[in-house]
């Protein structure tokens, strides 16, 4: 069965600590991983797109990386307004491009 | 401005009562999808359709039905027989090039309270 995963399920940094939210997932013939963030009463707003295991995309403080079984959200030097949930998602095998999404990662930076 | 619309986006009705959410988009994408997004859940996909005139039941379809007479609009129907309907709805929409998912786009999401 196609699965996403992310941990952990909430991470509470200070402004400037760096940190890293992972996605894990079980998806026959991977054909996308996306990351997106979630602001709360929000709907997602798409952050990167991934292929192809090494592949990274960088966005201000955010990087995305994609390896075999798993992507890395790194937050380099976080800041208060990068507070959000980012969730993780891949294609369905089994739905066309209808996508699976994790539960995601409540992030919380205190200044 | 391109992008996706839902309306409203907060919603009360009765239990018993059918109640349809609104979804456009002027994207001109192919493909549009309804999810559902409980507390601590992740986003669950209740129907999608990647062309007019078609589309496929997702995961938790029972107690929803959906049209797509035209590519920009797809609007969900909750019905009386869902079970749950209280919750977040979010439509998405993306483009659609051969076999590989390209990124959705979502719209603001409708809160609809049953009671």
């Known amino acids: 069965e196609d699965q996403v995963t992310q941990s952990p399920e909430a991470l509470r940094l200070q402004e400037g600590e760096s940190s890293s939210l992972n996605c894990s997932y079980t998806v026959s013939g991977l054909r996308g991983l996306f990351w997106y963030r979630q602001d709360p009463g929000k709907g997602p707003e798409f952050l990167f797109t991934l292929y192809s295991a090494g592949e990274e995309k960088e966005k201000e403080r955010l990087k995305a990386t994609l390896t075999k079984k798993e992507s890395f959200l790194h937050i380099t030097a976080p800041k208060p307004e990068d507070s959000a949930t980012y969730l993780c998602a891949a294609p369905s095998g089994q739905a066309g491009t209808a996508l699976i999404f994790g539960k995601g990662t409540t992030l919380s930076v205190s200044s | 401005d391109g992008g996706i619309t839902q309306s409203p986006k907060y919603l009360f009705r009765k239990e018993g009562q059918n109640v349809t959410l609104s979804c456009e988009q002027n994207?001109?994408?192919?493909?549009m999808y309804w999810y559902r997004q409980d507390p601590g859940q992740g986003l669950r996909l209740i129907y999608y359709s990647q062309i007019v005139n078609d589309f496929q039941k997702g995961d938790i379809a029972e107690g929803y039905s959906v049209s797509r007479e035209k590519k920009e609009s797809f609007p969900l129907t909750v019905t009386s027989a869902q079970k749950n309907p209280t919750a977040f709805y979010l439509c998405a929409s993306s483009p659609l090039i051969g076999a590989y998912s390209y990124e959705q786009y979502f719209g603001p999401g409708t809160r609809l309270t049953v009671t």
């Open positions: 994207l001109n994408h192919d493909a």
